[in-house]
């Protein structure tokens, strides 16, 4: 299949040729930038027939021992050791599983990783296997946040578009969460799901302590929006970073701007917001930016609801933000 070229190192993390000056305990210490390269090349070996098949045909394959007749996915056996070592044959194996266990969820990825997050890493017992294959999982509803994928949960296999035969080129979402058309269907292509066709939370009819409330939460946001625009620490955090977000709450919105290195808040909608944050009380918002909690662990507590699952990489960089503010005054 035809795919875009990328390198193995994305270029965003290849950092410029130069120095800075790091400052701690009063003392200055010259941080140059360096590189050590390490670049190879591995075979996929004996599972090469179950990679080429995710790649090329987008199917999944086990090993079937035909004297007991278990059923191993990923094919890791070519001889089943139950058995005098007999050999095994291949099969292809069903699209839907059950997940074997509640998957742990990664907001905080490596370099490696970070394209991913947040996502969920689990087990899953695919139909006509007898063993777990281990996958990522996301959620079409928004951000990943716990309960949403657990032990027992019905799962659909997803392949992406672009595949190079790695195990990442498929993951799975809530067969819930899909039209029985999608369920049914053997590879399944991410571009076939509408990610963006998200249900925002249901919010309250505001009364007026909530209007109040939201006034008083605004007044402060605008403030220390106000002081990160005037840190040069803080702007650091989000240079060359570019997202409109439109923020709501029970007594009311607004927009948060963030354009390479400068951020400022506005009273209104959004046309076509980058993704939208809602907030029940917007004091959980205002606490966040101003340091006295982090907003991402509102949003793993389901404090805060995004509409798109990477972006919770700018709710880091807010926090960021609020972190380096708070260290400029010292």
Known sequence: MVKKKEKVIPIELI?????????????????????????????????????????????ILGCKCPKCGLVRCPPYLTHCYDCDFVATKTVELGQVGTMLSTPPITYFANSLFLKMAPYGRGRVVLEGADTALAVNVYTTTGILAPGIIKKGTKVKVVFRNDRTGNI??????????????????????????????????????????????YEKALKEIKSVIKLMNSTERSRKDIAGWKRDIQVKTTGGQFAIIINNGDIKVEEKKV??????????????LADGLAYRGALTDSVIMKRLWLSKNMEFTTIFKLDRMARSVKRSKK
């Open 15 to 59: 950092p410029d040729v130069g120095s800075h000056v790091l400052t701690i305990d009063k003392k200055d210490y010259l941080i140059a930038n360096d590189a050590m390269y390490t670049f190879y090349q591995r075979s996929k070996g004996e599972f090469s027939e179950f990679f080429l098949a995710l790649r090329d045909k987008k199917k």
């Open 168 to 213: 990442s080129d498929i993951f799975c979402v809530p067969a819930s969460e899909l039209t029985k058309a999608q369920v049914a269907k053997k590879g399944l292509l991410a571009s076939e799901i509408n990610w963006e066709a998200v249900v925002e939370p249901t919010l309250p009819k505001a009364t007026a302590k909530d209007t109040a409330a």
């Open 271 to 284: 046309s076509k917001p980058d993704f939208v944050l809602v907030a029940k009380d917007p004091k959980t």
